[in-house]
């Protein structure tokens, strides 16, 4: 039922994001042109790109501790005892490895995965955080550019009003008092569009910050994305897809299986060695009285087999330290779940309270603009004062702002509820550009290649397509 669902919501969300771009120039910015400029400059998704091949490192070598490792030695010495000359010099090729550690390292292998699994995770959270702020720069642009064409046609209309009652005043219409209200109600206006300028500039900053570009012409927001049927069903989508979810419950697996490795701690471990050298030494006497020459090569395997018997409260340390470490894993994964139907349930109430201040404000805008009309036509008439008409206009500019910012308000829900359900992703989304794939580094070198030339090589390529 739950993957029907998403399957449902998946394929409105490319159809609502293309239908803002219908019928526009071409030059204009959609919301989607957005959020793949902020997905590609994003600057945190490069940073937490590097995390996941650093831990993916930590997985190749905790496979590399089941492998040998061969080095070499040489070693030159001098010596003079009672007038002889000694030179010692060797060279020697050693390997060793661990045969046995009953479980240790296995353990060790499993916990590098699943911080793998988890750091993943993590990165879809951040990709999500990443595109809600570029979402909710565009909607703040719209909102704010709004604004300053409102308070520009109030600072227009206000100035009429204002010409109107000088005109008034030097007929002797009206009392100098209604000229300065009218005065004082221009200067307002005027502060307003001031400041909505300034929001706007705010605004613009905000946005090239999140996409790397100024904003140039955005396009009106598209339609807003489907929406489950139930607040229940969106809960239920957020508990099984939500990355946050998804990152705890890998690290939760982790801490459990940090008090199987700390209790294989106590456990003996065989390792073996091997090695072969060659040893040459030469003596001489100050005195004449001849030299002697020592060639020795050599050959040796052994075995190794220790346990360690008492450790001063160590070991047992480390086995508490870790069961207190997954019992915090254990609570951070209910928390989460919880934080995340908070978010859902926040958002989902987000559209429900926007619906109805939309609607609640197109019918003050309604009787705003009648009651408008209607006080402008008895100024005209003498029965009603400069005062009426200017504070008739005020109360429609401040029904028309409120608009504005509530239809922001519910577009951005709806995008934080996506958010919140773990769908606000490129892939998702379907933007249509290339994504970075990571398991293509882990997949590069979870054999632990002995040389880093293969990861610098994909390194690069996967730059790359993250800038594409």
């Known amino acids: 039922m739950l993957r029907k669902t998403l399957k449902t919501l998946r394929k409105p969300l490319m159809a609502a994001l293309l239908a803002g771009a219908t019928a526009l120039p071409a030059n204009a910015e959609t919301l989607a042109d957005a959020m793949v400029a902020a997905y590609r400059h994003s600057a945190l998704l490069e940073q937490n790109r590097a995390v996941l091949r650093a831990a993916d490192e930590d997985a190749a070598t905790a496979i590399a501790q089941l492998r040998p490792v061969v080095s070499w030695i040489a070693s030159y010495s001098y010596n003079n005892i009672e007038g002889f000359d000694g030179y010692s010099t060797s060279i020697a090729l050693q390997a060793q490895m661990t045969l046995y550690d009953w479980g240790r390292s296995a353990i060790a292998i499993d916990i590098a995965k699943e911080s793998v699994l988890a750091t993943r995770a993590a990165l879809v959270g951040v990709e999500q955080d990443v595109l809600l702020g570029a979402v909710e720069s565009y909607l703040n642009v719209r909102s704010a550019t ?23 005043f030097e ?80 690290e939760a697996a982790a801490s459990e299986l940090g008090v199987a490795a700390a209790a294989a701690e106590r456990n003996p471990t065989l390792s073996g060695t091997a090695s072969i050298a060659n040893q040459r030494q030469k003596s001489e006497s100050s005195l004449g009285f001849g030299a002697s020459r020592i060639n020795r090569d050599s050959a040796t395997v052994g075995l190794e087999l220790s346990q360690t018997i008492y450790s001063g409260g160590r070991l047992p340390s480390a086995h508490r330290k870790a069961m207190a470490q997954r019992d915090s894993a254990r609570a951070s994964l209910l928390n989460t779940s919880r934080q995340v139907d908070q978010a859902v349930g926040t958002a989902w109430a987000g559209i429900d309270v926007a619906r109805a201040q939309i609607g609640a404000i197109d019918e003050q805008i309604a009787a705003a603009q009648q009651a408008y009309n209607g006080v402008r036509e008895e100024a005209t008439l003498g029965a009603r004062t400069t005062l009426d008409v200017l504070d008739a206009e005020q109360s429609l500019l401040e029904a028309r702002a409120n608009k504005i910012t509530a239809e922001a308000n519910l577009q951005l829900a709806h995008y934080q509820l996506l958010s919140a359900m773990g769908l606000l992703t490129v892939e998702n989304l379907k933007l249509g550009i290339p994504t970075y794939d990571p398991a293509a580094y882990y997949n590069a070198v979870q054999d632990a290649p002995f040389t880093s030339r293969q990861g610098e090589s994909l390194d690069r390529v996967l730059r790359a397509i993250g800038k594409e």
């Open 146 to 168: 709004e604004q300053v064409d409102l308070q520009s046609n109030s600072v227009r209309v206000i100035g009429q009003e204002q010409q109107a009652a000088t005109d008034r």
């Open 171 to 250: 007929v002797g219409e009206i009392t100098q008092t209604d000229v300065a209200q009218a005065d004082a109600a221009l200067a307002e206006a005027r502060a307003n569009l001031a400041s909505a300028e300034g929001d706007l500039q705010i605004a613009r900053e905000n946005y090239r910050t999140a996409t790397g570009k100024a904003p140039a012409n955005l396009a009106p927001p598209p339609p807003t994305p489907k929406l489950p049927a139930t607040l229940a069903a969106a809960r239920d989508i957020g508990r099984s897809t939500h990355p946050l979810i998804q990152q705890a419950k890998r």
